[in-house]
């Protein structure tokens, strides 16, 4: 399929990610679930959770990106797949395989939010789009920053947050972006809330001519 030519797809991202899936996405043609829904639907899944599946699947499923900076790159390609019941009782399904052995599955959990899940579910972004978003900011970070510095553990609250204002478009929930004058910050919680593991928080502070920035059309 041609990542291209799927406005229904790109029409849901900013300009800017719009043209990093359109530039560094490929897609595969994606499995149809349309035929395992009342299936689902009669071992006791709610229509509303099968009717998101079927949606995000039909949007995104085959999808190929980069990796991301966080959780070993993020899911291989987006592909929804078994659904479970959370420690709190919400249902999740599965968007796509890990890259590497890492201890949790990539999940949509309740209204949408895409996060992980050990046995306990932490949404990372409020949409899938939310994590595509932050992927496309990612991949330009590296490209275009003078500087890249890594803050792990105690040393994230090292960080001067007072003069930046959050990026809302990755929808962020544990993980978040800001911007400044000259500096954009990642911020990744979900290990921390995943596992009570306050040393796995990571940080990324990129510094330096930032103008690429502005020209993204962020709201």
Known sequence: MDVRSD??????????????????????EPRLLDQYREDWIGHGIPVEVVDRAVAIQRLWGGLVLPPGPFYDGGPRYFDVGGFERSESGEWLFEVGPSRTAVPYGFMIGPEGAFGIDTGRWVPLHGTIEGWIESLSLAHDAFVYAERVTRYTGTRVETIDFTELEPIEVVAGITDRWWRGDGVLVACCSGEVEAFDAPQSRVALRFTGDLNWLANRGLP
């Open 7 to 28: 406005d229904a797809m790109l029409g849901r991202l900013t300009p800017s990610a719009s043209g990093f899936v359109y530039s560094h996405g490929v897609r595969t």
